[in-house]
C-alpha cells in the first residue's frame, strides 16, 4: 500500500470511529441512582408539557404564556434544583460531558425563549422552539437510545 493510501484509510477509520462514537454513546439511564431517575422523569415530564403550552401560545401570539412556561423551564434546571450536594456527585460521575452541556444549552436556550416572549418577537419564539426540540431528539438519542429506541440522531 502506498504511503498516500494508507494516511487516507487511517483517515477514513478515524472518521468513522468519530461519527459512531457520536451516534450511540452509552445509555445513561441503566447506571442513574433511583432519586435521580425519579427526579430526571419528573423534569422530563413537566418540560414536555411546558412546551406543548408553549406551542399552542407562539401560534395564537400568547406571548405572556410563551414567557411564563419557558421561564418554569429554565428553573426546573435540574442541576441547580432538588439535588443535594450527593446527588450532584452522583450525576456528575454517572452522565458523561457531552450530557450535562446539553442540559445547560438546553436550560439556556429556555431564558432566550422567556426573552422572546417578553420581547413578543414570534420568529425569534419559532426558532428558538424548533431548537430546543432538537436538543430533546439529540439527548435522547444520543443518552437515552435505550428507552427511545426510534429516535434517530439529528443530522
Ligand atoms: C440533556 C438530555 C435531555 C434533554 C435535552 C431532553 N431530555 Fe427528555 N429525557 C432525558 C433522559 C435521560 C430521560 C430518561 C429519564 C429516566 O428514565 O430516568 C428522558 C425522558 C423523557 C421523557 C419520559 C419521561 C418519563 O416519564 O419517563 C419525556 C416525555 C421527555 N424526556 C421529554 C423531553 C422533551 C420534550 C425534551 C425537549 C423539550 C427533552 N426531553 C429534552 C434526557 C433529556
Do not use: W
Not at 2 to 7: E, F, I, N, R, V
Not at 43 to 53: K, L, T
Not at 73 to 93: A, G, P, V, W
Not at 138 to 147: E, F, M, N, P
Request: glycine share 6%; aromatic share 4%; proline share 3%.
Amino acid at each position: 500500500m502506498t504511503k498516500t493510501s494508507g494516511s487516507l484509510l487511517s483517515i477514513l477509520i478515524l472518521s468513522l470511529t468519530v461519527s459512531f462514537a457520536a451516534a450511540a454513546a452509552e445509555p445513561v439511564t441503566p447506571k442513574l441512582t433511583e432519586k435521580l431517575d425519579r427526579l430526571l422523569r419528573e423534569e422530563m415530564r413537566s418540560i414536555q408539557s411546558a412546551m406543548g403550552q408553549i406551542h399552542s401560545a407562539i401560534v395564537m401570539g400568547q406571548h405572556g404564556i410563551v414567557a411564563n412556561h419557558a421561564e418554569q423551564i429554565h428553573d426546573s434546571f435540574i442541576l441547580q434544583q432538588k439535588l443535594t450536594e450527593q446527588d450532584r456527585e452522583d450525576l456528575m460521575s454517572t452522565v458523561p460531558k457531552g450530557f450535562i452541556d446539553l442540559d445547560k444549552e438546553f436550560h439556556q436556550l429556555s431564558a432566550s425563549l422567556a426573552e422572546a416572549g417578553r420581547g413578543k418577537n414570534t420568529n425569534e419564539q419559532l426558532r428558538l422552539f424548533t431548537e430546543m426540540t432538537g436538543n430533546c431528539v439529540q439527548c435522547h438519542s444520543t443518552y437515552v437510545s435505550d428507552r427511545f429506541p426510534g429516535v434517530s440522531a439529528p443530522e
